[in-house]
């Protein structure tokens, strides 16, 4: 069975920081790029990072402040978030993408989110 797990959400104080966590079970990580999108209240989901054995993608957004990671022995992928701002605030999920340096889009399976709430 497929699963994705997120960890790491909390609540934050403007400029803090966050280290998301994406454990994924029932399938081989290595195989997969990996994407880290989030949802605020209100809006469209929107990719955040994403990152395959060769190449990222990070939106506007997220360009010097997030950094994202994977370990495939442990089947792990990892979002550290720095100097959050309250625009930042969201439900954020972990999937499986297709990806290039210059885009990534959703592909089928995705975890149940964890929630990041910086104020101001």
């Known amino acids: 069975q497929v699963q994705l797990v997120e960890s790491g959400g909390g609540y934050v104080q403007f400029g803090g920081s966050l280290r998301l966590s994406c454990v994924a079970s029932?399938?081989?990580?290595?195989?997969?790029?990996i994407g880290w999108f989030r949802q605020a209240p209100g809006k469209k989901r929107e990719g955040v990072s994403c990152?395959?054995?060769?190449?990222?993608w990070q939106a506007d957004s997220a360009k010097g402040r997030f950094t994202i990671s994977r370990d495939n022995a442990k089947n792990m992928v990892f979002l550290q978030m720095n100097n959050l701002k309250p625009e930042d605030t969201a439900v954020y999920y972990c999937?499986?993408?297709?990806?290039?340096?210059?885009?990534?889009?959703?592909?089928?399976?995705w975890g149940q989110g964890t929630q990041v709430t910086v104020s101001s």
């Open positions: 990152i395959s054995n060769d190449d990222t």
């Open positions: 999937g499986t993408v297709g990806m290039t340096s210059r885009w990534c889009v959703e592909y089928d399976w």
């Open positions: 029932g399938f081989t990580l290595e195989n997969y790029a």
